[in-house]
């Protein structure tokens, strides 16, 4: 089974993000993990690499950081990957990023291809679906299970309320939810062989394609941070006072009662 799994290179979650003075977000001595979602894709690929054979490809693109996320799922247990790293991509959109990563795939043979259901840095939940739609193939978003049959796939995917079961004929797009599996730390042996393992970088020329055929269809503006967080309020008294004031408070003051 050719399996694909496309990752993405983010700020860790723990880091304390600043903006620069040209409003943009500062990556010096910002710490950079796989996307925690993403986790969930390499975990479940190994697991069916381990179950029907076959190789594990991860595609990536960004900067030349990028190479450590890829190396990391590599430890992991995948076996291969495929970095695009270019200028360029420091101004695409979803749509052009979902075009770059769609004829990056379609240079390697795959069955199945797997991702996290969303980036915890911008929240867009777009290039994975954008990406089946690039290839011509089907796609089942937030996937809490995966049961494959041959050719067939049910899905179990997460959903208002509940969860839905999806058949769909492969080669088709996963988007992993959490849940779906428990990701396993990189081995100390894992991450020395992880530094032999291939890894391919290419440019987006490299695809064929040039800047003027990635014209984004959505810019961001500016970057703001969110308002800082007001300290707590200790209110004095015995029980009955402090709950008449803080009914007081949240009724005048905060306004929800």
Not at 136 to 163: C, F, Y
Request: charged share 25%.
């Amino acid at each position: 089974m050719n399996i694909i799994v496309c990752i993405k290179q983010t700020f860790d979650t723990e880091a304390k993000i600043v903006l620069d003075g040209n409003g943009k977000i500062d990556p010096n001595g910002v710490n950079l993990i796989i996307n925690p979602y993403d986790e969930y894709a390499i975990e479940e690929g190994i697991r069916l690499k381990e179950k029907f054979g076959g190789d594990v490809t991860i595609v990536t693109m960004g900067g030349p950081r990028a190479q450590e996320a890829v190396r990391t799922a590599l430890a992991m247990g995948a076996d291969k990957g495929v970095v695009v790293n270019d200028p360029i991509l420091e101004g695409t959109d979803e749509w052009a990023n979902a075009e770059i990563l769609a004829k990056a795939v379609a240079q390697l043979p795959y069955d199945i291809i797997l991702s996290g259901r969303i980036a915890i840095d911008d929240g867009a939940s777009q290039i994975s679906v954008r990406l089946a739609e690039a290839l011509n193939i089907p796609s089942v978003t937030s996937v809490l299970k995966l049961e494959v049959a041959g050719t067939q796939v049910t899905a179990t995917r997460e959903i208002d309320g509940g969860t839905e079961n999806i058949e769909v004929a492969l080669p088709a797009v996963f988007t992993a939810q959490k849940g779906l599996n428990e990701p396993r730390y990189p081995s100390v042996a894992g991450i020395m062989k992880a530094k032999k393992k291939p890894l391919k970088s290419m440019a987006v020329a490299d695809l064929g394609l040039a800047a003027g055929d990635l014209a984004s269809k959505m810019s961001v503006q500016k970057y703001t941070l969110p308002t800082a967080r007001q300290a707590g309020q200790k209110i004095p008294g015995d029980a009955p006072q402090a709950a008449k004031e803080l009914a007081r408070l949240l009724h005048e003051e905060a306004k929800v009662l």
